[in-house]
């Protein structure tokens, strides 16, 4: 998406008003883009969670089990955006490693060398639940040069709170597990820095 071209001549004065802009028009071209790339798909909403936002595309059960050629994708999210904080709750590790079982078991159709990884990380903010997905581990660890690169990123974002970031996964199939992440916040000038990650081997 042409990032530079929707932000041409917008004149932020603050992360708040960067925040309004996301949830009001940003959205709505990652939406038209995710729904051109996949149309058929189920029902597209923004919502709001644990103080960040995010796009979902959601797949009902019945709609699934009666699509017989699944054409349908997974219940998935399209995109993760909200403003770095310090409010990291120590629960969500737990329920990180107990309430979705092994990593190794859930992610297994994808290979073994996947984390569960955080769209908007746990370190600032971050919630669990829908802000899973399954990631590289040599990204997620920050093991290879890329993930070295994301990992600058992510702590950045943590080093300063109040940072608008945003996380949108890359689909090239039907399953959860995104083939590039898009990975960008807005730095203390509020100038976007922005990179893409491969998810897949």
Not at 99 to 108: K, L, Q, R
Not at 143 to 151: A, I, L, V
């Amino acid at each position: 998406m042409d990032y530079a071209e929707l932000l041409k001549e917008k004149n932020f004065a603050s992360t708040k008003e960067l925040y309004q802009f996301f949830w009001d028009e940003v959205t709505t071209h990652w939406t038209k883009e995710y729904a051109a790339a996949f149309p058929k798909h189920g029902e597209i909403t923004l919502q709001n969670f644990m103080g960040f936002a995010f796009l979902i595309d959601h797949v009902w059960p019945w709609v699934e089990a009666e699509d017989l050629n699944k054409e349908l994708p997974e219940t998935r999210v399209i995109s993760f955006f909200g403003i770095s904080n310090t409010n990291v709750v120590a629960e969500n590790i737990r329920r990180r490693r107990v309430g979705w079982g092994p990593t190794n078991f859930i992610f297994s159709p994808y290979g073994g060398d996947y984390d569960k990884g955080h769209f908007i990380a746990h370190g600032f903010g971050g919630p669990v639940d829908v802000n899973i997905f399954p990631q590289r581990r040599d990204i997620n660890r920050g093991w290879s040069e890329e993930g070295k690169r994301y990992r600058k990123m992510e702590k950045y974002v943590t080093a300063n709170p109040g940072t608008l970031v945003f996380s949108r996964p890359i689909f090239q199939d039907l399953t959860e597990c995104p083939y590039f992440l898009e990975y960008g916040y807005f730095d203390k000038e509020l100038k976007l820095q922005i990179q893409t990650f491969p998810n897949r081997y």
